[in-house]
Each structure stands twice: as C-alpha cells, then as structure tokens.
C-alpha cells in the first residue's frame, strides 16, 4: 500500500503559472473539501477507456489560454496531495495547503445528455464521454490482451475493467448509437471532434473503426480521429482517410525498447515498436505535418528516453501527446508512485521546443481541448521568449485563418464514396515487411 512517508510534497514557495499548476495537479491529485458539491457541479467521474478519465474535469483560466485538466482524485497518492479544491464565497478554488497559494477554477458540469438513454434504451455515457471539449468513444470488445493466459495487458491500463462493466462503457456498441450521441453532443455541448480509440482487436482495429468514421462524417460532419493497435498493411490507412479519418494517434506509450518489452507484454509479443513507428512515419505522410499524434506516457522510463520520444515524434512531423503516468486504482502499476514535478517540467518543456525546432503547427484547430494531457499549447507557459519563439508564433499566426477555413469545411457532413464495410485488397505489387 502507498504510504504517506512516500509522498513528503516540498514547498514550491511561489505562485505557479497554470500550465504549472496542471503539471504539479497530474503529479500530485487533489482532496476535495466538505464545502464542494460535485454531484450538483462537476462532470461524472467517468470509468472509461483505459481509466485515465476518471478524475475531475477542470478548468484552470490563464493570460494565454485556458487549460483544461483532468486532476486525479480517486488514486491513491491523490490522499496526500497538497492542494485542496474549496468552494468559498460563491466560487471554487484550488488551495495549496503549504504554500497558502489560491486559484481560481471553474469546473464544467456534467452534460444533461449523460444521463438520457439512446434509441436503443442505453444510458448515453456508456456510448461516450467529454474528455475536454472533445467526445471520446471506445469501439469494440475489450482489448484481447486481457482475454489471454495468461494476461498480456499493458500493466498501467484498466480498460479490461472498464469496458462492458457497470457503470463503464458498453461493449460493442452500433453505429447507430454511437451517431446518435455524437448528434446529441455536437447540438447541446458543442463538440466539433469525436475520438474513436479501441484496444487490440486481434488485428482488426482498424477494419472495426471504419464504419463509425465514415458515419459520423456523413451523418454528423465532427472532425473525426482514430487511434487503434497500428496494423502492418499501411495501404488500410488511405482507406481510412478516404472513409473520413482527420487524425490518427499512436499510443506506443515507451519508447526505451527494455521498459516497452517489460511493460506492455501484449504490444511486444503482437504488434512490436517497430510497427508503431511506421504507421506513424507512413501516416504523417500521408495526411500531412501536424495531423498525426505520438503518444506516451512520462514517468515510467528514464526521462532521457521520454526525452528522446519527444524529438523522434516531432522529427517525423507528428506531434507529442505525452501522458503523465498515472497509477491508477485497479492496474498493476497501482502501487507504483506517481512521477516527480520537476522531471515533468523538463518533459513539458522539451515538448514545447521540439514542435518548435520541427515546425509543427500546433493550436491551430478551434475547440479541441484535451483534459487528460498537458497539451503542447498548453507548455508553451513554460519556455522563456526568443527570436524562435516568435517566429514560431509568428507562423501559427499566419496559418490560422486558413485552418480555420478547412476545420469549418471538414465540420459540415458531407457524402463518403467508399466502402466502409470491406477493406480494400492491398495495391498491386505491394509487399507486406514483417
């Protein structure tokens, strides 16, 4: 069990900036006081996915931009945070106790469609859930690495837990579900991207999400993303741009080759990095710089490789999603502690940097906000301002008006002219690399 002698939090002795406080609220978990009442204010705290959702939605306002956050709560090491979230005076603030330092946040309700039923008589955020301003859908069966004998999940994910369990996303929901929500969604909360993300399906992730993308892009017209198990016929992802896929992410979590074969079992014996770093590379090609997303997780391998990971994602024109890790309850990694603020700041920076040195085009889509990372925008509060910064910024400024032209575009339905149900056969002459 975790102890409090585990977790001796120093005193920071200053105001942190809210990118800061996000990055120390990921480190560290909050309590929450008698005087709040989230029943009545807060979104559900949603078990979904891999877990990760399953803390408090937050917004933290900011001279640059607001950040969303998604604070742990229910976590062990969240016992002995340091910071406490109050309602006083009519407000909500976050406290930290040693410091004495106070600040503001707001924290989004829960939607009133959460609790409707679709059609099909299925509580509505058993479909999907707001992570952020974003909807989030899990597509199939639980991931197969946890039917095997024995198991070969990845020892820091509870999706198996989650999915068809009580109170968890239903299992293998239909597209007629899944479009209904996202209507809902998009009407009453806003939502302009919806993102499928599915476990190991015995090689099919991706044949599973094509009917979804190419739903929701004719019936709904969100931005649409996919992130499944990488497959070695890359000639499917063309298949999936022509059904509608915006965004292809690829959670490869470690990029230390030891902690990858040591920690994600399943990923080793039937996919292999490899197969992550092409699909990504191939990807990024194929849809352009800045639409394909790395992600890992920060905090497990030595934060030299986590480092590395940043500058290889960036260098092939995609962009670092990093997780802080999180060990959350359920998991065999639940006992591990959960990584250290300053480490996380030399992470955050370094993302910050990289998609500077490599031109990567972040912030440019409207209303895409992820809670449950420290987005690259989001670190921007954390470099010193340079004569690369501000060209850097000066670029994103110029190629906003026209991203803004294209997100409003590809947020109208529109017609899908391919087969959604059959993937195609592979291009002539192709040969599959093992």
Not at 113 to 135: D, F, H, N
Not at 407 to 429: H, L, N, T, W, Y
Request: glycine share 8%; with cysteine.
């Amino acid at each position: 069990m975790i102890d409090s002698k585990d977790y001796q939090y120093a005193s920071h002795g200053r105001r942190l900036n809210p990118a800061e406080l996000e990055i120390d609220l990921f480190c560290k978990g909050i309590r929450i006081h008698e005087s709040c009442n989230l029943e009545k204010d807060a979104r559900t705290f949603a078990r979904a996915r891999a877990g990760l959702g399953s803390g408090l939605e937050l917004l933290l306002p900011g001279k640059k931009r607001e950040i969303w956050l998604n604070a742990p709560v229910k976590e062990g090491f969240a016992a002995y945070s340091p910071y406490e979230l109050r309602f006083e005076d009519g407000r909500y603030v976050v406290a930290h106790t040693q410091d004495q330092e106070k600040y503001p946040v707001s924290l989004p309700p829960a939607p009133e469609w959460y609790a409707r039923k679709t059609s099909s008589g299925v509580i509505m955020r058993e479909i999907g859930v707001l992570q952020g301003t974003y909807l989030g859908i899990y597509l199939g069966k639980a991931c197969a690495f946890w039917n095997s004998d024995p198991r070969e999940n990845c020892q820091f994910c509870i999706t198996g837990l989650n999915v068809g369990s009580p109170g968890g996303d239903k299992s293998e929901k239909t597209v007629d579900e899944v479009v209904e929500v996202a209507q809902v969604a998009k009407e009453e909360s806003g939502v302009t991207f919806t993102h499928f993300n599915t476990g190991y399906q015995s090689g099919k992730g991706l044949e599973i999400c094509a009917p979804f993308v190419k739903a929701i892009k004719e019936q709904v017209g969100n931005l649409v993303g996919v992130q499944a198990i990488p497959q070695k016929e890359l000639w499917k992802y063309d298949w999936l741009a022509e059904c509608g896929a915006d965004h292809f992410s690829f959670c490869y979590e470690l990029h230390n080759k030891e902690y990858f074969q040591r920690y994600l079992p399943g990923k080793t014996k039937h996919i292999g990095q490899e197969t992550f770093f092409r699909a990504m590379e191939y990807t990024s090609k194929l849809l352009g710089k800045g639409r394909i997303s790395g992600e890992i997780i920060a905090g497990i391998e030595p934060i030299e490789d986590t480092l590395k990971a940043i500058d290889y994602i960036c260098s092939v024109g995609a962009f670092p999603t990093v997780c802080i890790f999180r060990p959350v309850k359920g998991a065999i990694m639940e006992e591990w502690p959960s990584p250290s603020y300053e480490d996380m700041i030399r992470v955050f920076r370094q993302v910050y940097e990289s998609c500077m040195q490599y031109g990567i085009p972040i912030g440019l889509t409207p209303n895409i906000e992820v809670s449950l990372v420290v987005q690259p925008t989001d670190a921007e509060y954390l470099v010193e301002p340079s004569m690369s910064y501000y060209l850097y910024k000066t670029k994103l400024a110029m190629m906003k008006p026209f991203a803004h032209y294209l997100f409003r575009k590809k947020s109208m339905p529109c017609k899908i002219d391919v087969d959604a149900e059959q993937s195609p056969p592979p291009p002539a002459g192709y040969q599959l690399k093992s």
